[in-house]
């Protein structure tokens, strides 16, 4: 079972995070849909956050988590909102079961393949010997001289937990990520379609979608709109908070 954050009544609205990230990334933002009549799930996907550690880290392992929680829930139609890998994850959830989606907001990624790029990033997670009970402060220093952007070092850092006392580590699997990261790439089935309301976002300064990308994100999601978020990049949720809200929230209620 995912672990979740649950707040607010009204319409269901899923919301699914990126690759090493959590439900925590979006306590602001959830927090903003469940005051405008949304009961807002923030839940932590497989190997991240408080959820299972499995070795099987597939979209159709996600998809299947999703499913199973909806069923545990008592969610019968839901609205969704994906970032990243999030947004790969509810791009298969909503082609699959679309009638259990009324809304999809995909959030910076395409149904197309990515190549793994995320090398540094990894280089400095495996960096980090926690058996030498590094520090917070030590875990950050190490992992500054793979990852020199000090906001995508802050995202990494808030899955840092105590283990034990005096003992750090990642909440996420580590482990399984290093031997899965080509799965997260993966693409989109050529047959996969899903016709209802869906909403596009593209951080201005992300190269992750493309105007190269618009008519294969067309011919899975005929009824597509897709906008670009200004002044943001790959975490556009994060960094321009305020356009994302108001861009996703017009989108919900109409």
């Known amino acids: 079972m995912l672990y979740s954050k649950i707040e607010g009544s009204g319409q269901p609205l899923l919301i699914l995070h990126g690759y090493l990230g959590m439900s925590d990334n979006w306590k602001t933002l959830a927090g903003q849909y469940a005051e405008e009549g949304f009961e807002v799930h923030a839940l932590d996907l497989r190997n991240h956050g408080r959820s299972l550690h499995s070795d099987i880290f597939t979209y159709e392992a996600m998809v299947q988590d999703i499913i199973e929680y909806c069923e545990n829930q008592n969610l019968d139609k839901i609205d969704i909102i994906g970032h990243s890998m999030g947004g790969k994850v509810a791009m298969f959830f909503a082609t699959s079961f679309p009638e259990k989606v009324e809304k999809l907001i995909v959030a910076d990624i395409a149904p197309r393949y990515y190549r793994p790029h995320h090398q540094d990033i990894m280089a400095a997670l495996n960096a980090v010997d926690f058996s ?5 402060a030590a875990v950050e220093i190490i992992m500054s001289e793979f990852v020199p952007d000090f906001g995508t070092r802050q995202f990494l850092m808030k899955s840092l937990y105590w283990a034990a006392p005096g003992q750090l580590d990642f909440r996420f699997n580590l482990e399984v990520f290093n031997l899965k990261i080509d799965n997260i790439g993966e693409a989109l089935p050529e047959n996969a379609i899903f016709e209802k309301p869906t909403l596009f976002l593209k951080g201005e300064k992300s190269n992750y979608i493309s105007e190269k990308d618009y008519p294969e994100i067309k011919q899975h999601f005929p009824n597509a709109t897709i ?7 790959h975490w556009l949720h994060a960094e321009n908070p305020l356009a994302f809200y108001d861009v996703t929230i017009a989108f919900l209620k109409k």
């Open 132 to 136: 030498k009970k590094p520090s917070r």
């Open 227 to 233: 906008e670009i978020i200004k002044n943001a990049g």
